[in-house]
């Protein structure tokens, strides 16, 4: 049998053994959720301006980047699951949260003068930054890596790797709730190397825990 057939019929297999991974991956979906929601509420909470901020563009694009982000890592994450799953077909959603920054960094270097980039770019959390939101995602990456242990994924590694996207979408959301810096050079900088974080230590506990 080769490697493509031996992949059909594993694919059959976790069809029939796991008739119940949708409902597990949205169960996992819903506790990681709760496990951020209480990570930042004990930790961090809304900004104290969260009403005025809420009526600003760079306020509420924050929130469109990381929701399309997580959106997109879910769906791929959860195909990612499953052998066989037509994953290239997906992988280019992940791109539209990416493009989405860099259209929003394009924007911003065009309407703010040179000398105020390193200002945003800097900001004044980026540490609080990069360790907030790998400690809001580290629980709901857990979460996700055990329900995709009940599909049969053929690429652990990248499938740990989604698992971490998912958990750094989810966290991102919520930390930008918090995070004073609405700048896109921010958001695009600091953000993205937090998220890296998750995405690098799912990638590794993926090819282990995910390994079958």
């Known amino acids: 049998m080769d490697t493509e057939r031996f992949i059909r019929a594993l694919a ?8 119940r991974l949708p409902a597990i ?8 959720c709760v496990i951020a929601a209480l990570v930042f509420f004990s930790f961090l909470g809304p900004r104290p301006d969260m009403a005025l901020a809420a009526s600003t563009p760079r306020f509420l694009f924050k929130f469109v980047l990381t929701l399309a982000l997580a959106i997109a890592a879910i769906i791929t994450a959860f195909a990612a699951s499953c052998p066989g799953a037509p994953l290239k077909r997906l992988l280019p959603f992940l791109a539209i949260a990416p493009l989405l920054a860099l259209a929003a960094v394009a ?15 800097i900001g004044t ?28 994924p053929t690429r652990p590694g990248m499938a740990g790797a989604l698992a971490g ?19 896109p050079l921010f958001v695009a900088t600091w953000y993205t190397l937090a998220v890296a974080v998750l995405t690098m230590i799912g990638a590794l506990a993926g090819s282990r825990v995910l390994r079958w």
């Open 25 to 32: 991956f949205a169960a996992a979906l819903t506790a990681s």
């Open 107 to 121: 924007a911003e270097l065009v309407a703010v003068p040179p000398a105020g980039w390193a200002s945003r770019w």
């Open 165 to 183: 996207l998912v958990a750094g979408g989810i966290a991102a959301t919520f930390y930008a709730a918090h995070c004073t810096d609405d700048s």
């Open 12 to 19: 059959s297999d976790a069809r029939l053994a796991s008739p």
């Open 125 to 152: 959390n980026a540490e609080v930054c990069l360790t907030f939101i790998p400690l809001i995602g580290i629980g709901p990456l857990a979460v996700l890596l055990l329900a995709m242990r009940q599909g049969a």
